[in-house]
C-alpha cells in the first residue's frame, strides 16, 4: 500500500485490482489534496499493467460526505471535482465505487461517476446540495437521472432528502450490496468484474428521457412550497438538461452551480451549517463528562413532560416527579401521547415507542430522586419554588449528581445558592415542545464545575441537541434579545403599523410566524406575568404598550382561549380580532399619537436592527462566547430564517455602520429605546464584522 503521512488516497494492488481508499477524516471531504489523490491514483492504475479493475471506498466512518465545505468563498484549487469524476468515468478500466455511510453530495456524484456501485448496510445516500444553498455541481444533477428516471431523481434531488441503502438497491443507484468490511466488499467486487461476473456501464452514456411538462409541475410546486430559495429550482431545471450528451449537461449544471455559489442564501446556509457545529465547541469541552444513566424531571406539564420525551427518545430512563399521583399519571399519559405522535409520523417503531415508555417512572415523591445522576427541575417560573425545591434536592440527591434547572429567565446564580453544592447546579433551558425544538441552552452559573458543564453537553449530544452555552443574565440568549425587539413591533404598532402588516412583512422576509402570531400561539399569558412582575421595575424612561394587557384581561391569551390579536377557528385559520383594533385605537388615542404609515421594509429594519443591537450587547458582555452562538439560538430556537444564517449573520450583510446610522434616526424619536451597541461602534471603527469576531 502507498500512502504517505497525511496523505488522504491510499492506494494498494491486490489480485489484479487497484485499491483506492480514501482517508480523510472525518468525513473523507473531497478537499483539494483528496481530489489530486485520486485523480493521480486513478491515472497511475490505468496505466499499471497489473491492473485490470479500479475500486474506492473510505477508510473510516463513511466513503465521503461531498465536497469540503470549507473551501466554498475561497479561490477555487484543482484540480476540479467535476473533472475529476469526468476522468473517472472515462477511465478505460473499469472502476466500482463502495457506498458506506454518509455517502451525500459529491461523495455520492463521485459513486454515480464510477461504473457500478456496491452498497453496505446502513449506507445513507443523498445530495443535500438544496440545503446548502447550491445544487450537485459534479454530475449529480446528469447522472442521477440517467440512472433512476426523472421522477425519483427531481424528488431527491429537489429535497436533500436521503436514502438508505435498500432503497436505494430498488432504486437502481446501487447494483448490488455486500455486508464485508468497505475494503474487502471493494475486493470482491471488482474480481467479479474482472471475472466478468458483473456488469458495468458509464453512467454518462445512458439516455435519460425529460418530460417538460414534469419538469414544469415540479417547479411551480417549488415555487409554491419555499418561494424564497431558489437553489431546488435551479437544480431542477438543471435536471432539464439530462436529456442533452453528458458533455452539454454538465456545462449547462455548471453555470447553474456557479450561479448559486456566489448567491447569499449559500453563504447563509452554510453558515447554519456551521452554527449547530461550532457553538458545541465549549471551553469546558475538554472536562470528564459524569456518566448519566437515569435522569430525573421534576414537573410533568408541558415542558416536563416534553424534556422527559426527548430523554426516553435519547433511551435514557427517566423517573418524572409531579406533586400528586394523579398529575404523576397525567404526565405519564402526556409522554405517552408524545411517543404516539412519533410513531404516527413514521419516526419510530411501536416496538422502539413501548420499549422508550418502559422507562419511564412517574412518582409523586421527590425522594425518588436519590440515585438518579442528574436532575431537570421544570416547574413553573417563581423563585421561592424553586429554591425550596434545590434546597430539599440538596438533602436527597447522592453526591456528584448534576442539578439542572429549566428555568428560561430566573437567575441560576440564586438558584445554585439554594444548595451546598453550587458547582453541580447549571441551567438547562429547553424549548417548547422540548421533544421537537433542537436548541438547548446550556446556563453556566458562576460556580458550575467544568465537568459539568461536559456532562450537559454530553447530554445534549445524546439528545441531538443543538447546545449553545449562554452565561446568567435575565432571559439568557434568546428571550433576553427576544424581550428587547419584541418591543419594536409593539412601538409600531402604536404608531401606526397594523399587527397584521407586522406579522406579514416578518412572514415575507421569511419568519415562520410574525411576533404576534407566534405570542397567541405561545399564550398571551405568559409575556403578561413577566410584565407584572417586571412593573415595578421597569425603568420611567421606557415606553410602554399596554394592547397585550388590554387583550389578556379580557381573558383571551391566544389560541388556546380561540382569540388573542386573532380569531382562530376550528381548522387553525386565523384572521384578525377586530376588537383587538379598538384597543389600539384607544391607547393612541389616550397617548396622542397621530398613527403614520409604515412600509414593510421599514418594519424588517427596525425589528431587525433592535433583534441586532441586544445580540451585540450579548455578545459584549459575554453572554454569548461568538456570534455565531446567537445565530445558533436564533435558527435552532426561534424559527430564525435558516438562509439568512441567522441575526448577526444578516447584520454583516448590512454592515455595522449602516445599522449604526439606523439606530441614530430611529433614536431620535426615542432616545432610551434606540441606543448604539459599543460592539457596533468597535466594529464600525476596526472595519471589522461579526464573522471576523467569529474567527478569533
Ligand atoms: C457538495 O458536495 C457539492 C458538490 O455537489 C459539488 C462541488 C463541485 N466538508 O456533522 P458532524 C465536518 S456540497 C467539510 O459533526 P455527524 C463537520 O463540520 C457538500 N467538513 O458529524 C464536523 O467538523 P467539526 C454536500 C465537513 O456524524 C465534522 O466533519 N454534503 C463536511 O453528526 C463531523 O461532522 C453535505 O452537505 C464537509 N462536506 O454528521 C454533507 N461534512 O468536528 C454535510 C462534515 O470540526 N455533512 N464536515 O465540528 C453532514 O451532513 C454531516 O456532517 C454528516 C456527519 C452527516 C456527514
Avoid at 438538461?241 to 452551480?257: D, S, T, Y
Wanted: neutral net charge.
Amino acid at each position: 500500500m502507498t500512502k504517505a503521512g497525511n496523505d488522504p488516497v491510499s492506494v494498494s494492488i491486490e489480485n489484479g485490482v487497484g485499491l483506492i481508499g480514501l482517508d480523510n477524516p472525518p468525513v473523507n471531504a473531497l478537499g483539494a489534496a483528496l481530489r489530486k489523490g485520486l485523480s493521480d491514483a486513478v491515472a497511475a492504475l490505468n496505466n499499471d499493467p497489473a491492473v485490470r479493475v479500479i475500486a474506492v471506498y473510505g477508510t473510516g466512518r463513511c466513503l465521503s460526505a461531498g465536497a469540503d465545505i470549507r473551501e466554498f468563498g475561497k479561490p477555487p484549487q484543482e484540480p476540479r471535482l467535476s473533472d475529476v469524476l469526468d476522468q473517472i468515468e472515462a477511465s478505460a478500466k473499469p472502476v466500482i465505487a463502495v457506498v458506506h455511510g454518509t455517502t451525500l453530495g459529491g461523495g455520492l456524484e463521485l459513486a454515480l461517476a464510477c461504473h457500478a456501485r456496491i452498497g453496505l448496510p446502513g449506507a445513507q445516500l443523498g445530495l443535500p446540495e438544496v440545503t446548502l444553498g447550491i445544487l450537485p455541481g459534479a454530475g449529480g444533477t446528469q447522472r442521477l437521472p440517467r440512472l433512476i428516471g426523472l421522477q425519483e431523481a427531481v424528488d431527491i434531488i429537489s429535497s436533500g432528502c436521503r436514502v438508505g441503502t435498500d432503497e436505494a438497491a430498488a432504486l437502481g443507484i446501487l447494483d448490488g450490496t455486500d455486508t464485508r468490511s468497505p475494503r474487502e466488499a471493494a475486493l470482491a467486487a471488482a474480481t467479479g468484474v474482472a471475472r466478468g461476473g458483473m456488469p458495468t456501464r458509464r453512467t454518462g452514456q445512458i439516455v435519460a428521457r425529460i418530460d417538460p411538462e414534469l419538469i414544469r409541475q415540479a417547479i411551480e410546486k417549488l415555487q409554491r412550497k419555499r418561494p424564497a430559495l431558489a437553489a431546488p429550482i435551479k437544480a431542477v431545471e438543471a435536471i432539464a438538461h439530462a436529456e442533452k450528451p453528458i458533455a452539454e449537461g454538465l456545462k449547462a449544471e455548471r453555470a447553474l452551480f456557479l450561479e448559486l455559489m456566489d448567491s447569499p442564501d449559500r453563504q447563509g446556509l452554510i453558515h447554519a451549517f456551521d452554527a449547530e457545529r461550532v457553538a458545541r465547541h465549549f471551553p469546558e469541552t475538554s472536562a470528564t463528562p459524569r456518566p448519566v444513566g437515569q435522569v430525573g424531571v421534576i414537573g410533568g406539564g408541558t415542558m416536563g413532560s416534553g424534556i422527559a420525551t426527548a430523554l426516553l427518545q435519547a433511551g435514557i430512563p427517566v423517573i418524572l416527579v409531579e406533586t400528586a399521583a394523579e398529575r404523576a399519571e397525567a404526565a405519564r399519559a402526556a409522554v405517552a401521547g408524545n411517543l404516539d405522535n412519533a410513531v404516527r409520523r413514521g419516526k419510530v417503531s411501536a416496538t422502539a415507542r413501548d420499549a422508550q415508555l418502559a422507562m419511564l417512572t412517574v412518582t409523586a415523591d421527590l425522594e425518588g430522586l436519590a440515585d438518579v445522576d442528574m436532575v431537570i427541575e421544570a416547574v413553573y417560573e417563581d423563585m421561592a419554588v424553586k429554591t425550596g425545591i434545590f434546597g430539599r434536592l440538596d438533602q436527597i440527591c447522592k453526591p456528584g449528581a448534576v442539578l439542572g434547572t429549566n428555568t428560561s429567565y430566573l437567575d441560576v446564580n440564586a438558584i445554585a445558592a439554594a444548595t451546598s453544592r453550587p458547582q453541580d447546579v447549571i441551567g438547562l433551558h429547553f424549548f417548547s415542545p422540548a421533544h421537537v425544538m433542537r436548541l438547548l441552552e446550556v446556563v453556566v452559573a458562576d460556580k458550575t464545575a467544568p465537568e459539568v458543564v461536559a456532562t450537559a453537553l454530553a447530554l445534549a449530544g445524546r439528545m441531538k441537541k443543538v447546545a449553545v452555552r449562554s452565561g446568567v443574565c435575565d432571559g439568557f440568549i434568546g428571550n433576553r434579545i427576544l424581550a428587547h425587539y419584541r418591543k419594536a413591533a409593539d412601538y409600531m404598532l402604536l404608531d401606526g403599523a397594523s399587527f397584521q402588516q407586522i406579522d406579514r412583512a416578518l412572514e415575507d422576509f421569511g419568519f415562520a410566524m410574525g411576533p404576534f402570531a407566534v405570542g397567541d400561539l405561545a399564550g398571551l399569558d405568559i409575556g403578561w406575568a413577566t410584565r407584572k412582575r417586571k412593573a415595578a421595575t421597569r425603568p420611567a424612561k421606557e415606553r410602554y404598550v399596554a394592547v397585550a394587557d388590554r387583550i389578556c384581561e379580557r381573558g383571551w391569551f391566544g389560541r388556546k382561549t380561540g382569540r388573542g390579536y386573532y380569531l382562530y377557528g376550528d381548522d387553525k385559520t386565523r384572521e384578525p380580532n377586530p376588537e383587538v383594533a379598538a384597543m389600539i385605537e384607544a391607547e393612541r388615542a389616550d397617548k396622542g399619537i397621530t398613527p403614520r404609515a409604515f412600509s414593510d421594509d421599514e418594519i424588517v429594519s427596525r425589528y431587525m436592527t433592535a433583534m441586532i443591537s441586544e445580540a451585540a450587547r450579548v455578545v459584549k458582555e459575554g453572554i454569548a462566547l461568538r456570534p455565531i452562538d446567537v445565530d445558533a439560538v436564533f435558527l435552532f430556537g426561534y424559527g430564525f430564517p435558516r438562509h439568512l444564517g441567522g441575526p448577526l449573520n444578516y447584520a454583516d450583510r448590512i454592515g455595522a455602520a449602516a445599522l449604526i446610522e439606523r439606530i441614530e434616526t430611529y433614536a431620535a424619536e426615542d432616545a432610551y429605546y434606540w441606543q448604539v451597541p459599543a460592539l457596533l461602534r468597535e466594529l464600525a471603527h476596526s472595519g471589522r464584522s461579526f464573522a471576523d469576531l467569529n474567527k478569533e
